[in-house]
């Protein structure tokens, strides 16, 4: 029988706690439906099998992210905001390192993902555009804008960063550079 309360919103709660506590390949309906106090065939009626969990993991990590990546735009722009989206991404990405691996690399090209995914497209699109970047100049700064933060995020969620110096400010000096090297005649200050 199903435990009342237990909705397809409630599931993909319990399984971002198994995510997070340990890590995605922890993630199988037997995993949640113990810690949902059910039996696993009683989860289907939320959730068509472990691959939509994943799926529907993967969009709750998106919204999340993106949520994120918004509110740090804010009352933001040029320069500023982009810097502000490499401190939120960073945030969240060490904050949530498993939640965050659980994300296929290329959201985009994932049809079950790529409305999630295009939703966090379209905030860093709308900053850049604040900048004046846009077209293939916007891509490739996108692209950058990524790997610089994911490098980063993954290497310090990892433990990586043994030096004795503050990590805050190498993340910060790589923000001014990267924001530096924004295009000089389009973004504006």
């Known amino acids: 029988m199903a435990r009342a309360g237990l909705t397809r919103d409630a599931v993909v709660d319990?399984?971002?706690?198994?995510?997070?506590?340990?890590?995605?390949?922890?993630?199988?309906?037997?995993?949640?439906?113990?810690?949902?106090?059910?039996?696993?065939?009683?989860?289907?009626?939320?959730?068509a099998g472990l691959p939509a969990l994943r799926t529907q993991v993967s969009i709750r990590v998106l919204d999340e992210l993106t949520a994120a990546l918004t509110q740090a735009a804010i009352g933001r722009s040029g320069p500023t905001a982009v810097a502000a989206l490499l401190h939120a991404y960073r945030a969240y990405a060490v904050a949530h390192p498993a939640r965050y691996a659980a994300v296929p690399a290329d959201p985009l090209h994932d049809p079950a993902l790529a409305e999630a995914a295009g939703r966090q497209l379209a905030v860093i699109q709308?900053?850049?555009?604040?900048?004046g970047i846009t077209g293939a100049e916007a891509v490739h700064t996108i692209r950058g804008l990524r790997a610089v933060v994911h490098g980063f995020a993954h290497i310090e969620a990892a433990g990586g960063f043994g030096l004795s110096e503050d990590v805050d400010e190498s993340f910060d000096r790589l923000v001014r550079t990267f924001t530096a090297a924004l295009p000089e005649d389009q973004h504006t200050a």
């Not at 709308?126 to 900048?131: A, D, F, I, K, S």
């Open 14 to 47: 319990i399984a971002l706690t198994i995510v997070d506590s340990d890590g995605s390949d922890a993630l199988s309906l037997r995993a949640v439906a113990e810690h949902a106090r059910v039996a696993p065939p009683s989860l289907y009626k939320h959730i």
């Open 126 to 131: 709308t900053v850049l555009q604040g900048c």
